[in-house]
């Protein structure tokens, strides 16, 4: 973690940005460890270690006067879910369960395409993989959402005339890498604030 604090920021040409925002920032906050590297090239380096989360990044930086953005480069693909098998149930009955011998996920998290609602909505899989549609309504699609990435692939729509027992497969793909989309951090003073994982992150300017 935090590896590349020892390099200085290289100096390779000069930034269609402002410049003087460019440099290394550190984070120093209870339980979070992390750091972000401007180049004065229009390239970044990002590392965050805060709970459960432990990723990095790397792409095109830019600058607007009061905010800046990061963009991956190139963009990894996140963690998502295949299904390996869909076997019949009783009409209406939903069940399901992960293939992942070597980590146990509790509860189960799906997000769910439920008819007569107006957007997806999270539920949970009970013990034995029962999940109970909310309101009593039938449930269209589903995905499953991996733990703390809460990402899923795409949604498995649902037959209205038979059940389902879904076993889905994780694929980790490119797990730990941040796919950043023109994420914003805002210039107070010499820090820059970011609010991701429903945490203010504070970059302290090193240098």
């Known amino acids: 973690m935090l590896g590349f604090l020892a390099l200085a920021a290289a100096a390779l040409a000069p930034a269609p940005a402002n410049p003087s925002i460019a440099g290394l920032y550190v984070v120093h906050q209870m339980e979070m460890g992390g750091a972000l590297e401007l180049q004065k090239n229009g390239h970044f380096r990002y590392e965050l270690d805060y709970g459960a989360v432990s990723e990095t990044s790397e792409g095109d930086w830019t600058f607007d006067g009061s905010t800046v953005r990061l963009t991956s480069n190139p963009m990894p693909k996140q963690p998502d879910f295949i299904v390996e098998r869909d076997d019949p149930a009783p009409a209406g009955e939903l069940y399901v369960a992960v293939d992942n011998p070597d980590m146990s996920w509790s509860p189960l998290t799906l997000e769910a395409t439920v008819v007569g609602f107006d957007r997806s909505v999270e539920i949970y899989a009970e013990d034995d993989g029962r999940v109970n549609p909310p309101d009593g309504k039938r449930i269209s699609a589903v995905k499953m959402l991996m733990p703390v990435y809460e990402t899923g692939g795409e949604p498995v729509q649902l037959s209205a005339d038979r059940g389902h027992r879904l076993l889905f497969k994780p694929r980790m793909n490119d797990v730990g ?27 302290r300017r090193e240098r």
């Open 177 to 203: 890498q941040a796919p950043l989309r023109d994420e914003p951090l805002l210039v107070k003073g010499s820090a820059l604030l970011m609010h991701r994982y429903d945490a203010e992150i504070i970059f």
